[in-house]
């Protein structure tokens, strides 16, 4: 069976890892990721931290497995749901959007392990000398938030250049996916829009449905020249968006005007004026399942293909 380091250093049994998307990575997905072997990220997004204790100590009593907590360096609540991860005694930390540099010692104080997300060499390498445990190295595919390099080219570069585990994410939907981020020298898989596509995610039908019938070429990235882009399925609200970037509004201006279009689109289903995040491997997805299967079936997957390759050398 495929172990890596990874599965060592958080007790799990598959080295995939749910990335922990706001208003997505809830308790539902969290529990039923860990439950099937992997490891679920609740995603604290903007939320304010009684939501976020709540979705920790729910995930608690639907599983014993270790799961984790995204904290979203950016948010206006940042600093209070640390306190709430430090308190709860979570086991895992990922951060996304930033530099997790001011709370890695308490994090390390408490014992948690603390795994950023990263879209360049640099910024891995700052966070392995700042006692990071490992590193996400996120390609530019994915969904959400995204860098410029591709997942193809930052993982062995992020590889080379540290001495802690590296998880690759981006772009990866199947065991294919992971067998290559394997042969890049990652020790796992962090995974966003596959998992949207499950029966347990709570995101709404219809957005689901949009991510099953999206084509290759389909996905476009908002906010670039705010330093803030965002990989989503195209409609309204992205057309609007770039419209007036081109227009030079300000960033305050279009920051106002994105705002709760998150949960528009995510949660509520708002095909046009919401944001529907999604990463360009959407044109692999084309059904939904529960995670389990999601899971086995990336796993049976890769273990096929890692054996076949071996199998071509004479
Ligand atoms: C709907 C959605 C919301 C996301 N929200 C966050 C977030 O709040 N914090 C974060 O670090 N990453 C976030 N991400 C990125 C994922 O954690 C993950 O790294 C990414 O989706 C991997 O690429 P993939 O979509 O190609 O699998 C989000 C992704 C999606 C699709």
């Known amino acids: 069976m495929l172990k890596t380091a990874i599965c060592e250093l958080f007790g799990i049994d598959y080295p995939i890892i749910q990335g922990g998307m706001a208003h997505l990575g809830t308790t539902e997905l969290v529990a039923a990721v860990s439950e099937a072997g992997g490891l679920g990220i609740i995603g604290s997004g903007n939320a304010d931290p009684d939501w976020v204790r709540q979705q920790i100590r729910l995930t608690r009593e639907r599983t014993s497995k270790p799961f984790g907590v995204n904290v979203l360096l950016l948010s206006p609540f940042a600093k209070q749901v640390v306190e709430v991860v430090l308190a709860e005694k979570v086991r895992v930390v990922t951060t996304g959007a930033g530099n997790?540099?001011?709370?890695?010692?308490?994090?390390?104080?408490?014992?948690?392990?603390?795994?950023?997300?990263?879209?360049?060499?640099?910024?891995?390498?700052?966070?392995?000398?700042?006692?990071?445990?490992?590193?996400?190295?996120?390609?530019?595919?994915?969904?959400?938030?995204?860098?410029?390099?591709?997942?193809?080219?930052?993982?062995?570069?992020v590889v080379d250049s540290v001495h802690i585990p590296v998880v690759a994410a981006g772009g990866i939907g199947d065991g294919r996916g992971l067998a290559a981020a394997l042969a890049l020298g990652a020790e796992g898989v962090q995974v966003g829009t596959r998992f949207v596509c499950s029966e347990e995610c709570i995101a709404h039908p219809d957005y689901k449905d949009k991510i099953l019938k999206a084509r290759d070429r389909v996905t476009v990235v908002t906010g670039q020249s705010i330093g803030n882009a965002m990989r989503c399925l195209p409609n309204k609200l992205t057309r609007d968006f770039l419209a007036m970037e081109k227009a030079n509004v300000s960033k305050a201006e279009l920051e106002e005007f994105g705002r709760g279009k998150m949960r528009r689109g995510l949660i509520d289903g708002d095909l046009e004026e919401g944001s529907l995040l999604a990463g360009q491997v959407a044109g692999l997805i084309k059904d939904i399942k529960p995670v389990k299967v999601i899971i086995e079936d990336m796993m049976a997957e890769a273990e096929a293909v890692i054996r076949a390759s071996g199998r071509r050398i004479i």
């Not at 990263?118 to 006692?131: E, F, H, I, T, Y």
């Not at 591709?150 to 570069?157: G, S």
């Open 100 to 157: 997790p540099g001011i709370y890695m010692s308490s994090f390390k104080q408490a014992g948690i392990k603390v795994m950023p997300v990263v879209a360049s060499v640099a910024l891995a390498m700052r966070l392995d000398r700042a006692g990071a445990d490992a590193v996400v190295a996120e390609g530019t595919e994915s969904g959400g938030e995204v860098g410029e390099t591709t997942t193809m080219a930052l993982v062995p570069q």
